[in-house]
T-cell receptor, first 114, second 118 residues
Framework: AQKVTQAQTEISVVEKEDVTLDCVYE???????LFWYKQPPSGELVFLIR??????QNEISGRYSWNFQKSTSSFNFTITASQVVDSAVYFC???????????FGSGTKLNVKP | DGGITQSPKYLFRKEGQNVTLSCEQN?????MYWYRQDPGQGLRLIYY???????QKGDIAEGYSVSREKKESFPLTVTSAQKNPTAFYLC?????????????????FGPGTRLTVL
C-alpha cells in the first residue's frame, strides 16, 4: 500500500520554540520522492522541499531542516526558533515512481503563538 | 510573473447546477491536476492530464468532468451528479509526469477555489 501518515493533527507552540512535524510513509517502490508543502490560511500550497529515495542526506534551509530516514520510513520536518508566520497546515507527500501519482498525508496544523 | 491562476476564488452554487472552475498556468508545464480538499483532510486527486487532449481519472472522479484543449488551461466542471461538492478545490501543474521523462517533478499549486453549495 502507498500511504503517508501525519499522526499529529495539530500542534501549538510558543514563538521561538523548536517544533518537529512527523511524517511516516509506506511504499513498495524502491524509487520514490518525498515532499513537504506549507498551506497558509490563504489556501495555496507552497512547495518547501523534495527528496528522492536515494538521497538520505539531511537538509537545512534557514530555520527549516528535514530528516530523512529510510530505516524508519520517516521524513520529519523541524522548524527551529518558530515564528508566528510559520502558522499553517503542513503536508507531507509521497510520489512512488511506479504509481504515477502523489499521496498526501492529512496534514499537521501548526499554531505558533506570540 | 509565471504561475497558476484559479478563478473564481469563491463560488456559490445552487443544488442541481453545473459549475466550471478555471485553472490557467503560464509555466509551460505539460501536466496539470485537480485536487479536492475537505476540512481537516488531505488532498484527493480528481483528474489529471499529462498532455493536451488527454486526461485520466483520479481517485474521486465521479461527478466531475474536465477538458484539456490547450496546454495552459485545465477547467474542472462540477456536475449536479456530485452529491457533496462543497469543498476547496486546488489546481496544480508540473513540468512532466514521471513515465514520460523518467523522473518526477514538483507540483506547483494555484490559490484554490472555495465552492459552496447553497
Amino acid at each position: 500500500a502507498q500511504k503517508v501518515t501525519q499522526a499529529q493533527t495539530e500542534i501549538s507552540v510558543v514563538e521561538k520554540e523548536d517544533v518537529t512535524l512527523d511524517c511516516v510513509y509506506e511504499t513498495r517502490d524502491t524509487t520514490y520522492y518525498l515532499f513537504w508543502y506549507k498551506q497558509p490560511p490563504s489556501g495555496e500550497l507552497v512547495f518547501l522541499i523534495r527528496r528522492n529515495s536515494f538521497d538520505e542526506q539531511n537538509e537545512i534551509s534557514g530555520r527549516y531542516s528535514w530528516n530523512f530516514q529510510k530505516s524508519t520510513s520517516s521524513f520529519n520536518f523541524t522548524i527551529t526558533a518558530s515564528q508566528v508566520v510559520d502558522s499553517a497546515v503542513y503536508f507531507c507527500a509521497l510520489y512512488p515512481y511506479n504509481f504515477n501519482k502523489f499521496y498526501f498525508g492529512s496534514g499537521t496544523k501548526l499554531n505558533v503563538k506570540p | 510573473d509565471g504561475g497558476i491562476t484559479q478563478s473564481p476564488k469563491y463560488l456559490f452554487r445552487k443544488e442541481g447546477q453545473n459549475v466550471t472552475l478555471s485553472c490557467e498556468q503560464n509555466l509551460n508545464h505539460d501536466a496539470m491536476y485537480w485536487y479536492r480538499q475537505d476540512p481537516g483532510q488531505g488532498l484527493r486527486l480528481i483528474y489529471y492530464s499529462q498532455i493536451v487532449n488527454d486526461f485520466q481519472k483520479g481517485d474521486i472522479a465521479e461527478g466531475y468532468s474536465v477538458s484539456r484543449e490547450k496546454k495552459e488551461s485545465f477547467p474542472l466542471t462540477v456536475t449536479s451528479a456530485q452529491k457533496n461538492p462543497t469543498a476547496f478545490y486546488l489546481c496544480a501543474s508540473s513540468i512532466s509526469t514521471p513515465l514520460a521523462f523518467g523522473g518526477t517533478d514538483t507540483q506547483y499549486f494555484g490559490p484554490g477555489t472555495r465552492l459552496t453549495v447553497l
